[in-house]
């Protein structure tokens, strides 16, 4: 009997697509893509609101259900089909790793998405939007890698030795870093789990640059969403 089809509405560059395609990835979870442009729009839409109410993405279709919000979809994944595990066994480990997760879903990406940047531009300027980009996610950087002072840290990843919830979430928040001029080389363990999830194939399959529709061209133009 042929796999259910299993279908990922999203946007190439969204740090919350890009969490449930590493962790989809991780999983050896098979599925297809249906882009939704966010500078156009797209999200929006009727056609998207029914599929989101909130006009926001990623949207996973999947056994049957229609699934929103990336930690949400990360913990159906995990609740489904628990191996590998994105999570610890013992339960102070498991609520460590959720709190990391959040760090960043919830306190840097909400004040740092396409929504708020464009109001901060509107209220102000383009300056003052790149620079409240940039302050939010090195303050919630340095924070990250104060909370990574844990006796689960061993200098791999985020948690343990094969990567968890935390890094799904922690690696698309350097992409972004990376693409707003955001230093992190000077924080030693979130650089220690980076180098530790580049050299796990699903991190790379993952990544933005591998569903950039401009990528036939040099650079890439347009706004910063």
């Not at 929103?68 to 089909?81: G, V």
């Not at 950087?141 to 200098?155: A, I, R, S, V």
Request: glycine share 6%; aromatic share 6%.
């Amino acid at each position: 009997m042929a796999a259910a089809r299993v279908l990922l509405h999203d946007y190439w560059r969204s740090s919350a697509s890009f969490r449930v395609r590493i962790a989809l990835a991780l999983k050896g979870i098979a599925y297809e893509r249906a882009p939704v442009d966010l500078v156009a729009g797209v999200q929006h839409g009727a056609a998207h609101r029914v599929l989101n109410p909130q006009g926001l993405v990623p949207v996973l279709e999947i056994d049957g259900l229609r699934l929103t919000q990336s930690l949400a979809i990360l913990e159906y994944l995990e609740e489904t089909r628990p191996e590998p595990p994105l999570l610890p066994r013992e339960a102070g480990a498991r609520a460590h790793v959720r709190a990391l997760a959040l760090a960043v879903a919830c306190e840097i990406h909400p004040v740092s998405n396409l929504a708020v940047l464009a109001r901060v531009e509107r209220l102000a300027s383009a300056e003052a939007r790149a620079a409240w980009n940039r302050d939010n996610i090195a303050e919630g950087l340095t924070t990250f890698e104060q909370m990574l002072d844990h006796p689960g840290f061993t200098g791999r990843f985020c948690h343990g030795e094969q990567p968890g919830l935390a890094d799904c979430v922690l690696i698309p928040q350097l992409y972004n870093a990376a693409r707003w001029g955001v230093a992190f080389d000077h924080l030693p363990r979130i650089q220690a789990a980076a180098r530790a999830c580049e050299a796990v194939p699903a991190f790379a399959e993952a990544h933005p640059d591998n569903f950039n529709p401009s990528r036939e061209t040099k650079g890439i133009q347009g706004e910063k969403p």
